[in-house]
């Protein structure tokens, strides 16, 4: 195989040519043309979620994670309480960061097969008055799944407490509208659904909730507050900005919209995501979720019922077809996944369901 493999991962993934060759240019950080550049990206952001007259872009350097930290950080003060409906590993990781930030933090605990429920939700805003935060993961990327957004945002939105969503590998492909889901901060990162390259997040905030926060952050770098307003005094951004990555990332929303935006995005990993559990299903692989909560953007599955599997070795064969797959996430059962997002070739996702059965029969071959 003389092909780079393909990225069956949450992102990093597979870029489009066009977005890696948007990366051989190098920009001055400083100049006008860079910062337009910004200004593009930040307003069409806004725009994917239907935010450009109520809320701000905020984008951040670094990994989704410092953008997630950020906004915590920064949207809740110091005397707030965060609740975080809690159903996966990215749910964990909010309830570590708001303890490491010295922020009260009490979860609602699911199993990893289940979603966050907007009652367990509406109870516990009822019952503990001084919650004045939830903290959403929409996609619970370590099992897949797809949490209600919606009927928690209007919950959380009539007992007048505040919503932090974590849309790293949702934003941009399922929808989000700020018009009808009310949120103060929607979380998510370049190298997701948007398919840009890694390095760049992002905030959606609240122009009338940002403009509250001065002050609250625990760390200068991640001080949403403080690079908004040098933003908006200078245009520029307040510390070295990954400029080859948000060059590559205005590329691949440009892409994005040729292909139709969030519909056909969204159409395009929902057909993934079908094509690859059937196929996995004829070659006896099963999905570990119910079809009901599976997000259309990672699925996983149950680990081969062979005593001669192991992960590594059935990576490596995968690998060498072409297909990087994704370790499971989950804490009691052996799995793997496979990313629905990216850019796959020619034969799409059905070439990585191929060298997956190819791998599959050599394993039996050999038994
Ligand atoms: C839902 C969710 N939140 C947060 C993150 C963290 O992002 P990063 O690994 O870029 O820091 C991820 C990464 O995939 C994610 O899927």
């Known amino acids: 195989m003389s092909q780079v493999p393909y990225l069956l991962t949450p992102g990093p993934l597979t870029t489009s040519q066009a977005t890696k060759q948007s990366m051989l240019r190098d920009w001055g950080s400083w100049d006008s043309d860079f910062n337009q550049i910004t200004r593009r990206v930040c307003e069409r952001l806004l725009a994917i979620v239907q935010a450009a007259g109520t809320h701000e872009c905020v984008p951040l350097q670094g990994s989704g994670t410092f953008s997630v930290e950020a906004a915590i950080g920064t949207l809740v003060p110091r005397g707030g309480h965060v609740l975080v409906p809690q159903n996966g590993a990215y749910c964990q990781r909010i309830a570590r960061i708001c303890r490491y930030l010295g922020r009260k933090v009490t979860s609602i605990d699911y199993a990893e097969n ?18 004045t935060h939830v903290a959403l993961v929409h996609c619970e990327t370590s099992a897949g799944i797809l949490n209600p957004l919606d009927a928690v945002a209007q919950v959380v939105a009539k007992h007048e407490r505040r919503l932090i969503v974590d849309a790293m590998s949702s934003f941009g492909a399922l929808e989000i509208d700020a018009r009808r889901t009310p949120f103060d901060a929607v979380v998510a990162a370049s190298g997701k659904c948007l398919e840009g390259p890694p390095g760049m997040g992002f905030v959606i905030v609240r122009r009338a909730a940002l403009e509250r926060c001065e002050g609250n952050a625990h760390s200068l770098a991640l001080d949403l507050y403080d690079q908004w307003v040098y933003m908006q005094k200078t245009t520029q951004w307040r510390y070295t900005p990954p400029t080859h990555v948000v060059a590559a990332f205005d590329c691949a929303i440009t892409q994005y919209l040729e ?21 996995m299903a004829a070659l006896g692989l099963k999905s570990f979720l119910p079809a009901a909560i599976q997000a259309p953007i990672i699925v996983t599955f149950h680990a081969p019922d062979d005593p001669h599997y192991q992960f590594k070795s059935f990576y490596n064969a995968v690998k060498a077809l072409g297909y990087i797959l994704y370790p499971g996430k989950l804490t009691t059962l052996e799995t793997f996944r496979v990313g629905c997002m990216g850019q796959l070739g020619e034969r799409g996702i059905g070439g990585a369901v191929e060298a997956v059965g190819q791998v599959l029969a050599q394993l039996r071959a050999a038994a």
């Open 259 to 279: 292909e139709g935006g969030l519909a056909a995005r969204g159409a395009r990993y929902a057909h993934n995501c079908r094509t690859l559990i059937e196929g």
């Open 114 to 131: 289940a979603a966050v429920s907007a009652a367990d939700v509406e109870r516990a805003l009822l019952q503990d008055p001084s919650i």
